[in-house]
């Protein structure tokens, strides 16, 4: 079978799987009656629910549209619609259809909205600010999320100001219906306010106290604030290292009066070690296996230590990993990496050593700054411009790093909406068989638009462009250059296959590198989807990205999800095929391919 029927050989496949045979339309479990304002008509529907099953009989509907009923008084309610009538029935018709006819009735209003502080009472000012966040005011209709929000408003903002035992009392709720309103008094308890002392550690674990004193976000003595406490708790969590975390003040009835209260924290250990193996496979780069092995709190800094290998057709290598978290201060990393590698690729032979140590910032919850440096010894293999000689270099690369990532995606591995951009330099130095300094620089960004409500159709895009300022083409060696083609790349083509070759097709590499790529993402069931894509790349030999030389590779893909996320299947096609080039390609691997 030749590469193009068996692409139209795939793409029949795909077709009959998303061919699938179609499940009832769902429809609402009882119908909704009456004369209703549209946004209150659709948070009714929403509460009923809908079915993809029929009634059974007249009994099930009767209880179907019970159910509704009382779904549907529950959010009446909540809307601040308090003199509703609200009946359940069921149609005459052959099959019963359950219903529900709704009359509302008035809306009803907020009027006197009090607060009650519970003895001791705070500071005037500190009552000036509850009624101040309460937000809301005589008039307004009396929905019930607005009562209970403002009351959750107050409490914040008084433990905020140093209140930590703070609590809200019993609340009362008058509705009137002889003037349709809702009067609500809330019953807030400030409590004395409180001064932090320092940490005490609980733990048989060997996180080290003295560390954990250090990423304190506050000085001993000063005021209680939640949002340092709930601060250092989550920074606690995202290390890793632990199975619980609980930061929290120490009782009230342990501190003598008028004294400093202590922040206990509870740590408890996850298992010391984890055993993590992975593969994947592209037909153009061959199989690739992985395996890290994970040490957690070697050295009790909440550290994580790894020993990892690699084995495949184009990189092997075998490495030692340290990442310190909270390094120095809260939110901050120092991650430390170096391994033997060797790579083998068309366009060249490479093997060496390399050290890496960055430090990572957590700017933002969603922004990441990065500044490193890197330190390789390598011997290269790669061909001359004439084909006819092999050229061997021994270098001593030097490297600093400084990048910017910001992540405003809902999932790492299956994102459906959001954007990320990934900003890098890397100015670099060269020594050995050539002396050559460069800077390396890139920009990716990726965005995923949901299509429709419930996001089962998701609209991905990615474009990168890169270049090296400095350079020269045959200065910069062969494994430093840009390439484009294979699965992380340009799907369709071979690895390093997009961009110009010696005469013997041997892949060069360029500095400047174009890539765009365009998916259309399906989901067909919670578990199984489908994916149609288009990729363009480029490799130029100047410093200036070239946007009008691009290769195309379009295909269709199958995604199965693991739970954490998908496992992917590609089938690709290159639309500007050279003669090394395959009439298709298959890429198999975990989560979506950007």
């Given at each position: 079978m030749t590469g193009s029927r068996l692409f139209l050989a795939g793409l029949t496949g795909l077709a009959l799987l998303a061919a699938h045979p179609a499940q009832a339309a769902p429809q609402l479990r009882a119908q909704v009656r009456g004369d209703l304002p549209a946004d209150l008509r659709t948070r009714i529907e929403t509460a009923v629910g809908a079915t993809e099953r029929p009634s059974r009989n007249r009994f099930d509907a009767r209880q179907r549209a019970n159910v509704a009923a009382e779904e549907a008084s529950a959010v009446l309610r909540s809307e601040g619609y308090y003199a509703f009538r609200v009946q359940p029935g069921v149609s005459e018709a052959v099959i019963a259809e359950p219903f529900v006819e709704v009359t509302p009735g008035p809306r009803f209003r907020i009027s006197d909205?009090?607060?009650?502080?519970?003895?001791?009472?705070?500071?005037?000012?500190?009552?000036?600010?509850?009624?101040?966040?309460?937000?809301?005011?005589?008039?307004?209709?009396?929905?019930?999320?607005?009562?209970?929000?403002a009351e959750a408003r107050v409490l914040s903002a008084v433990q905020k100001e140093g209140y930590a035992d703070a609590f809200i009392g019993p609340r009362e709720v008058i509705v009137d219906h002889a003037d349709q309103t809702l009067r609500p008094t809330f019953r807030i308890s400030a409590g004395l306010p409180v001064r932090l002392d320092s940490l005490r550690v609980e733990t048989e674990g060997r996180t080290r106290p003295d560390w954990l004193e250090g990423l304190t976000p506050w000085t001993s003595g000063g005021a209680y604030n939640p949002d340092s406490i709930a601060s250092l708790e989550k920074s606690l969590v995202e290390t890793g290292a632990y199975d619980q975390v609980t930061v929290a003040l120490a009782p009230l009835e342990e501190v003598p009066e008028g004294g400093l209260r202590p922040v206990v924290v509870t740590l408890t250990d996850r298992k010391p070690h984890r055993l993590e193996a992975?593969?994947?496979?592209?037909?153009?780069?061959?199989?690739?296996?992985?395996?890290?092995?994970?040490?957690?709190?070697?050295?009790?800094?909440?550290?994580?230590?790894?020993?990892?290998?690699?084995?495949?057709?184009?990189?092997?290598?075998?490495?030692?990993?340290?990442?310190?978290?909270?390094?120095?201060?809260?939110?901050?990393?120092?991650?430390?990496?170096?391994?033997?590698?060797?790579?083998?690729?068309?366009?060249?032979?490479?093997?060496?050593?390399?050290?890496?140590?960055?430090?990572?910032?957590?700017?933002?919850?969603?922004?990441?700054?990065?500044?490193?440096?890197?330190?390789?010894?390598?011997?290269?293999?790669?061909?001359?411009?004439?084909?006819?000689?092999?050229?061997?270099?021994?270098?001593?690369?030097?490297?600093?790093?400084?990048?910017?990532?910001?992540?405003?995606?809902?999932?790492?591995?299956?994102?459906?909406?959001?954007?990320?951009?990934?900003?890098?330099?890397?100015?670099?130095?060269?020594?050995?068989?050539?002396?050559?300094?460069?800077?390396?620089?890139?920009?990716?960004?990726?965005?995923?638009?949901p299509l429709d409500g419930d996001r089962r159709t998701v609209l991905a895009g990615r474009a990168k462009a890169g270049s090296i300022l400095g350079g020269t083409l045959g200065g910069v060696p062969a494994s430093r250059r840009f390439y484009a083609g294979g699965g992380g790349s340009v799907r369709g083509y071979v690895f390093q296959g997009i961009g110009?070759?010696?005469?013997?097709?041997?892949?060069?590499?360029?500095?400047?590198?174009?890539?765009?790529?365009?998916?259309?993402?399906?989901?067909?069931?919670?578990?199984?989807?489908?994916?149609?894509?288009?990729?363009?790349?480029?490799?130029?030999?100047?410093?200036?990205?070239?946007?009008?030389?691009?290769?195309?590779?379009?295909?269709?893909?199958?995604?199965?999800?693991?739970?954490?996320?998908?496992?992917?299947?590609?089938l690709a096609v290159p639309l500007n095929r050279r003669s090394d080039d395959p009439s298709y390609q298959v890429y198999i691997s975990i989560g979506q391919s950007f």
């Open positions: 909205v009090r607060i009650e502080w519970i003895d001791p009472a705070p500071d005037a000012a500190i009552q000036a600010l509850g009624t101040e966040r309460l937000q809301i005011a005589p008039g307004q209709p009396a929905r019930a999320i607005d009562v209970v929000s992975g593969a994947s496979y592209a037909s153009s780069e061959g199989l690739g296996a992985d395996m890290r092995w994970t040490h957690f709190n070697r050295f009790g800094l909440a550290d994580t230590s790894a020993v990892l290998g690699r084995v495949s057709t184009v990189d092997s290598r075998l490495g030692v990993e340290v990442t310190l978290p909270h390094w120095g201060r809260l939110r901050q990393s120092l991650n430390g990496y170096t391994a033997a590698f060797r790579r083998e690729t068309s366009a060249y032979d490479e093997t060496g050593i390399e050290v890496r140590v960055d430090v990572q910032r957590k700017r933002s919850e969603v922004a990441y700054i990065t500044v490193g440096a890197a330190l390789d010894y390598t011997q290269t293999e790669e061909k001359s411009a004439s084909a006819s000689a092999l050229l061997q270099r021994e270098q001593v690369v030097g490297s600093l790093l400084g990048a910017l990532a910001i992540d405003e995606t809902d999932d790492v591995l299956d994102p459906r909406s959001g954007w990320r951009v990934d900003v890098r330099a890397e100015p670099t130095l060269l020594t050995g068989s050539v002396t050559l300094s460069y800077v390396k620089a890139s920009l990716q960004g990726t965005a995923y638009l110009p070759h010696l005469s013997d097709n041997t892949p060069v590499g360029g500095l400047s590198l174009v890539e765009l790529s365009g998916e259309v993402r399906h989901r067909l069931s919670d578990q199984w989807g489908l994916v149609a894509f288009v990729d363009a790349g480029s490799v130029g030999v100047s410093q200036e990205p070239a946007f009008d030389t691009l290769d195309l590779g379009v295909g269709l893909g199958v995604r199965y999800n693991l739970g954490f996320g998908p496992i992917r299947f590609d």
